[in-house]
């Protein structure tokens, strides 16, 4: 992850994807500024060879319909928000993006 302190409720890159293993997550942007976000049915993986995370949304076919990787220099931090949702900061004018996980 990039150069933010690590704090008890901070987490990597890995672990986030742990966490949401064999789930189906919501993701989407705190903000309207640079980029926004909206995933409702998407999952996260991790690459350990590449060192990126991958949001990744499914149709209802279970089809790839999009996919964003990010790059871990450029998380700045991920936060555990404690209510079971996470906060995605990044190094980059890239607005914050929240993920939990999604209720079918």
């Known amino acids: 992850m990039g150069k933010a302190e690590t704090t008890e409720n901070t987490i990597t890159s890995e672990e986030l994807a742990k966490i949401f293993e064999g789930k189906f997550v919501t993701i989407s942007s705190i903000d309207r500024y640079g980029v926004s976000i909206t995933m409702l049915k998407a999952s996260i993986e991790y690459e350990e060879d590449d060192r990126t995370l991958w949001l990744v949304a499914r149709n209802e076919k279970d089809c790839i319909i999009t996919s964003i990787c990010f790059d871990e220099y ?12 996470y906060t995605i900061n990044f190094t980059l004018d890239m607005e914050s993006i929240d993920i939990s996980e999604c209720k079918l």
Do not use: F, T, W
């Not at 998380?75 to 209510?83: F, H, P, Q, T, Y």
């Open 74 to 85: 450029i998380i700045e931090s991920i936060v555990n928000d404690g209510d079971g949702s």
